[in-house]
């Protein structure tokens, strides 16, 4: 393996290694709406090992990056009974993830990621650890189980007992007093929903966050949330590098919109899906049982419609789906309207599922609205569901000779705030475990998720430069226009125009063998198979 990094990382990559990129990581856009922080001069650089074929390393950062002398310990995991029985307790330093799932011959090896699991050596002892905890963000199904298995995980893989929850989100450091977590009083969390320590969006302040670590003496912090959270995470990483604070800083990434780049899909999405069902099942129902019954469900998803387009497949009840990446319009021929006014003549009704983030410009221009934000600098979103329904109410008002029945189901909350199903509580078990291992080997700033179904650490950087998309030029979209029939909304030119930008900006032809952005649709699959 050819070296290529700034910094050498201490368990793995021994060997020879020379500068390749000394790019700021974090430019300030990645920062854009947080507080400026003191620490983004101190900006790490990316931790890059090439190899042969093209083959890339992103590394994570090492706490022996800025503190080379630390000692280390053997993995207390090898003496634990649970794990006797595995022949292979611990992870290759050598593994890594793969990004780019679909090669071709000729392909370089492209972008690969540090992997996620158990290391035979430690930097933590574990009546050391001080380890800290917090939610940020809007609620997702399955806080409550990666909060439990963090806690469990840590205590009965490594031994550690001082575990606290900070409380109420990122300004829960300065403003509140810890919670002790403890197996006990952690055991029945994963059956609700919402959050036990609590959330909240805006008050990230680094400088007295890191305070607060360093004054209570927390040297592991494993922060869930979203993109937000994850550019806090990654600018208190910054920070406690700068003060040279032994402390390991874990993102735990959370959305239910799925929208963080290069990880699979995010935890709670799956229930999400399933939950919608229900919804989209009672606006069926509806429309079914009326004359010229239509059903309209608005779904969650502020800049990424993936809960609309998997809830519309999984469905097959769903007549139109409209998200935020696909325009749409309403008047004249192609429009919407006029495909409803066809639906219904076809079969007497229909059900229309609408994200949360869809047509915000049609809406804004029809209501001169001027741009709001909430606390942490997110645009607050106008009401598609009820503009929807009252415009296609208007527009058979003017008919009278076709009488229709529209009901419209905003279900988001209660989707958001149910508890995790099954394969969720799965995912968020490992999500916990490949975080805590992390940080006992002594790594931080760094994100866990799986990576074409490997757990991998993600230099935060990577998941916060851009977000997921639904890609309306891959073959997932097309699999919802095929299910739905609904027109696409857009001309031939429109589509060429598409992809001609998709292409400009990934500098490829095939979708399927994109550097970091590849289909992030096929990517929703857990394989990236594009079928
Ligand atoms: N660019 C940023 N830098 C630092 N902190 C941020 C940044 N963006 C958001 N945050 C903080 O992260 C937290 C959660 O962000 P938010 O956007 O509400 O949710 P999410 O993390 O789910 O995207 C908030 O406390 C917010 O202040
Ligand atoms: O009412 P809130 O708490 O601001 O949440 C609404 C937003 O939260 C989300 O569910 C997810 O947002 P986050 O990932 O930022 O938490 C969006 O879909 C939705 O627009
Ligand atoms: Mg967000």
Redesign the pocket.
């Known amino acids: 393996m050819e070296a290529v990094g700034v910094t050498p990382a201490p368990v793995a990559a021994p060997e020879k290694k020379k500068l390749l990129d000394l790019k700021d990581p974090f430019p300030a856009a ?6 400026a922080s003191s620490a983004s001069k101190w900006a790490t650089k990316k931790k890059l090992v090439g190899g042969d074929a093209g083959y890339v390393l992103e590394d994570v950062p090492h706490l022996t990056d800025y503190m080379p002398q630390l000692p280390t310990y053997p993995n207390p995991l090898q003496d634990n009974p649970a794990y006797s029985v595995v022949k292979q307790y611990f992870v290759n330093p050598d593994d890594t993830v793969t990004q780019k799932i679909v090669v071709h011959k000729t392909s370089a090896r492209g972008t690969h990621f540090r992997r996620a699991g158990p290391r035979q050596r430690v930097y933590f002892q574990s009546d050391e650890v001080n380890a800290a905890i917090v939610t ?3 609620l997702c199904p399955g806080l409550n189980t990666v909060i439990r298995e963090l806690v469990c995980g840590l205590y009965d893989m490594y031994g550690v007992s001082s575990v606290v929850g900070i409380e109420g ?3 829960g450091f300065y403003s509140k007093n810890t919670v002790a977590l403890t197996p006990k009083s952690v055991n029945d969390i994963h059956k609700r929903g919402g959050t036990v320590l609590g959330t ?5 302040d ?1 400088a007295k966050i890191v305070d607060c670590l360093q004054d209570r003496g927390i040297n592991q912090v494993y922060i869930i ?8 995470a990654s ?1 208190i990483y910054e920070e406690v590098r700068r003060r040279g604070l032994k402390c390991s800083v874990v993102g735990v990434p ?2 239910i919109d799925n929208d963080i780049a290069v990880i699979d899909k995010s935890f709670g999405f799956d229930t999400a899906v399933e939950e919608a069902q229900r919804a989209i099942n009672a606006a069926h129902v509806e429309a079914e049982s009326a004359e010229n019954g239509i059903g309209v469900v608005k779904l969650m998803g502020r800049n990424s419609g993936f809960i609309a387009m998997y809830a519309t497949l999984a469905s097959r009840d769903v007549d139109c789906c409209l998200i935020p990446e696909s325009p749409f319009y309403l008047e004249g021929k192609g429009g919407l309207l006029e495909f409803v006014e066809r639906r219904l003549k076809d079969n007497g009704h229909m059900v229309i599922v609408v994200a949360e983030g869809a047509g915000q410009d049609l809406i804004a221009r029809s209501m001169n609205f001027v741009d709001t934000q ?5 645009k607050l979103l106008l009401d598609v569901g009820l503009w929807l329904s009252q415009k296609i109410k208007d527009h058979f008002k003017k008919k009278p000779s076709f009488p229709i029945t529209l009901k419209y189901i905003d279900p988001t909350y209660m989707i958001r705030a149910v508890r995790s199903n099954a394969s969720d509580n799965v995912y968020c078990t490992l999500l916990a475990h490949s975080a805590l291992h992390g940080a006992m080997a002594g790594y931080t700033g760094f994100t866990v998720a799986p990576v074409n179904g490997r757990h991998a650490y993600i230099p935060f950087y990577r998941i916060t430069e851009k977000q997921n998309k639904v890609v309306i030029t891959d073959r997932m979209w097309a699999r919802v226009l095929c299910s739905t029939n609904q027109p696409c909304f857009l001309s031939h030119e429109d589509v060429e125009n598409m992809k001609h930008d998709d292409d400009e900006h990934h500098h490829m032809h095939n979708t399927q063998l994109l550097e970091g952005g590849s289909s992030p649709v096929s990517k929703c699959n857990g394989s990236a198979a594009a079928v």
Request: charged content about 20%; glycine content about 32%; aromatic content about 2%.
């Open positions: 990645a920062n854009s709406g947080a507080k940020c963000g809007g989100g990122y300004k909240s969006r805006g008050g990230h680094t949330g979203g993109d937000g959270t994850q550019k806090g600018v959370k959305t909430d606390a942490s600098g997110n």
